[in-house]
């Protein structure tokens, strides 16, 4: 089955204590995005990552850091986590949208809730 | 990057009603998508309308798309309970996709 999988799916943890949030899709996607969805602040977008080794700020992207070392897989790194970074968080894939061209859909993971007190 | 901003922020209908949502953009766009998100779930894509076709239908959905005045809205007829979720538009052009607050439907049994 076609799919975006995240883990851990629920986490809480405490001030600054590194926790890494794992991403993967099976379905060849050279595009991986991560976003952050908030009350009355919609999703924002704090990483994405346009293919292997290429990687690239969102709107969001302060206390966080990201890897794409292998297609499938593309790690959110919060190296020490803050209260202001409780939120939900998706990973998506598609293919790569070609510049000038029409951007594919979108496939998201479940999303992971992430509490930091 | 692009973002479209959804209107209404919420909308509430009772069963069998249809049901309308607005998305308006500010820069020229490829396509527009739209995506649902059930409660506290990812986002799920719905229909892309590319920016040279003006009105695409997929089932229950119709979407229209006006790139004179930027904007796009999506139909929901003879809405159902299960239509309840939030709804998203992504105008899209070069740039990666990005998502406004979306419009919260509640269709009431």
């Known amino acids: 089955e076609a799919q975006v999988t995240q883990n851990p799916r629920y986490l809480i943890t405490v001030t600054g204590k590194k926790l890494t949030v794992t991403c993967s899709q099976n379905?060849?996607?050279?595009?991986m995005s991560w976003y952050r969805q908030d009350p009355g602040l919609g999703l924002r977008q704090i990483y994405y990552?346009?293919?292997?080794?290429?990687?690239d700020k969102g709107d969001v992207p302060e206390g966080y850091k990201v890897s794409r070392k292998e297609k499938r897989n593309f790690p959110l790194i919060l190296e020490s986590p803050s209260p202001n970074q409780t939120s939900l968080y998706f990973c998506?894939?598609?293919?790569?949208?070609?510049?000038?061209?029409?951007?594919?859909?979108?496939?998201f993971g479940p999303g992971t809730r992430l509490t930091v007190t | 990057s692009q973002q479209g901003e959804e209107d209404p922020q919420a909308l509430s209908i009772q069963e069998g009603e249809n049901a309308t949502m607005n998305c308006s953009y500010k820069?020229?766009?490829?396509?527009l998508q739209w995506y649902r998100q059930n409660s506290g779930r990812g986002l799920v894509h719905l229909i892309l309308?590319?920016?040279?076709?003006r009105e695409k239908h997929s089932g229950r959905l119709r979407v229209t798309l006006d790139t004179s005045k930027k904007s796009s809205s999506l139909l929901i007829t003879a809405s159902r309970a299960a239509d309840t979720a939030s709804y998203f538009c992504a105008p899209s052009g070069n740039t990666p996709l990005v998502f406004g607050k979306g419009t919260r439907l509640s269709v009431i049994a």
């Open positions: 820069t020229s766009i490829n396509n």
């Open positions: 998506a894939s598609s293919p790569t949208p070609t510049l000038g061209q029409v951007t594919y859909e979108q496939y």
């Open positions: 379905m060849n996607h050279e595009y």
């Open positions: 990552s346009m293919n292997v080794e290429v990687t």
């Open positions: 309308i590319r920016s040279n076709e």
